[in-house]
């Protein structure tokens, strides 16, 4: 293992993991904040803590890295719009 594959000494949240796993599956900001109930603001500062504590220089990296690490669960699932949203009206 590398140094850049080293965990952080500072473990990464539950909110920082899920936003990370949402941003790996293609999910926008807004869509992650409607998910997990936070406001677009919420949303990036937890992701900037992620990636300031995985030591990447952006979200690809941090989600790259969470990924090598095995921080991800086996499954990442989950839908930004609720069953049955005529999604579109998102857009």
């Given at each position: 293992?590398?140094?850049?594959?080293?965990?952080?000494?500072?473990?990464?949240?539950?909110?920082?993991?899920?936003?990370?796993?949402?941003?790996?599956?293609?999910?926008?900001?807004?869509?992650?904040?409607r998910s997990l109930i936070l406001s677009m603001q919420e949303v990036e500062?937890?992701?900037?803590?992620?990636?300031?504590?995985?030591?990447?220089?952006?979200?690809?990296a941090a989600v790259a890295k969470a990924a090598r690490l095995g921080l991800?669960?086996?499954?990442?699932?989950?839908?930004?719009?609720?069953?049955?949203?005529?999604?579109?009206?998102?857009?």
């Amino acid at each position: 293992m590398n140094h850049a594959d080293r965990p952080s000494r500072i473990p990464l949240t539950r909110t920082e993991l899920k936003c990370l796993g949402h941003v790996a599956q293609g999910w926008s900001d807004e869509e992650i904040g409607r998910s997990l109930i936070l406001s677009m603001q919420e949303v990036e500062s937890v992701l900037t803590n992620a990636v300031n504590k995985l030591g990447t220089p952006n979200r690809s990296a941090a989600v790259a890295k969470a990924a090598r690490l095995g921080l991800f669960s086996d499954s990442l699932s989950g839908n930004p719009y609720p069953e049955g949203t005529d999604y579109k009206k998102f857009s």
